[in-house]
């Protein structure tokens, strides 16, 4: 996530604070808990924007399972730390001021990934997702940024934020879900999966994926 590195080496670059962000979940005694920066947007940019998929774009890959031929699944896949995934080679540096126990006494950290917090988190997670998916021979709508089609796989997705919904034949959402980054998959936790009956017009839940590869 980053490397500790000499306080001399941040002068002229922003500095951020950090936090931990606890939040006990409903109904349990399960605190979770994540590590975010505090990166004040002080003006207004342009290079920071990651749009939201309008409802059209949803109702898209709905429409696209319940009016298929034969009945296809649809999946919400929850992506565990997203934008983790997103590199900031090339970016400005940024550097954070270390809680005490987080690293060396006296050091600072030197973010090598999107924290969450960082004004461009949002923007970098959503390029880093478009570069994975075309690289697997995926295409991105030229109307909406957030929806993908895999013309070989018959998949096809919207993304908002780190929540992603598809449909398609099982063995291209299988694929789908396996696509590699990094030492792991990118969709790593499949949270929901629905089969749409036409012939009833109502739907049933049926659980965990069975072919999670790595849950979250």
């Given at each position: ?11 002229g ?36 924007h ?56 006296g ?75 990094g ?19 109502h739907?049933s839940r ?11």
């Amino acid at each position: 996530i980053r490397d500790s590195v000499d306080p001399a080496e941040s002068r002229g670059h922003k500095t951020v604070r950090c936090r931990w962000v606890d939040r006990l979940l409903p109904g349990t005694e399960t605190v979770k808990s994540r590590f975010v920066a505090m990166e004040i947007a002080w003006d207004a940019r342009g290079d920071t924007h990651a749009g939201t998929p309008p409802l059209a774009a949803v109702r898209l890959v709905i429409s696209e399972a319940a009016t298929a031929e034969e009945l296809l699944p649809l999946v919400i896949h929850d992506m565990t730390c997203a934008f983790l995934h997103s590199s900031m080679e090339g970016e400005e540096p940024i550097f954070r001021s270390l809680p005490e126990g987080m690293g060396p006494k006296g050091k600072k950290g030197k973010l090598c990934v999107a924290l969450y917090g960082t004004r461009r988190a949002s923007f970098l997670w959503g390029e880093t997702f478009y570069g994975v998916i075309v690289k697997a021979g995926g295409n991105r709508a030229k109307v909406c940024n957030q929806v993908f089609e895999h013309p070989d796989w018959g998949t096809k997705s919207a993304i908002h934020g780190d929540d992603l919904i598809s449909t398609g034949p099982v063995s291209g959402l299988k694929k789908l879900e396996a696509v590699p980054e990094g030492d792991g998959t990118m969709l790593d936790n499949t949270v929901i999966v629905y089969l749409l009956d036409s012939a009833e017009g109502h739907h049933s839940r049926c659980g965990q994926w069975p072919f999670v590869l790595f849950p979250g």
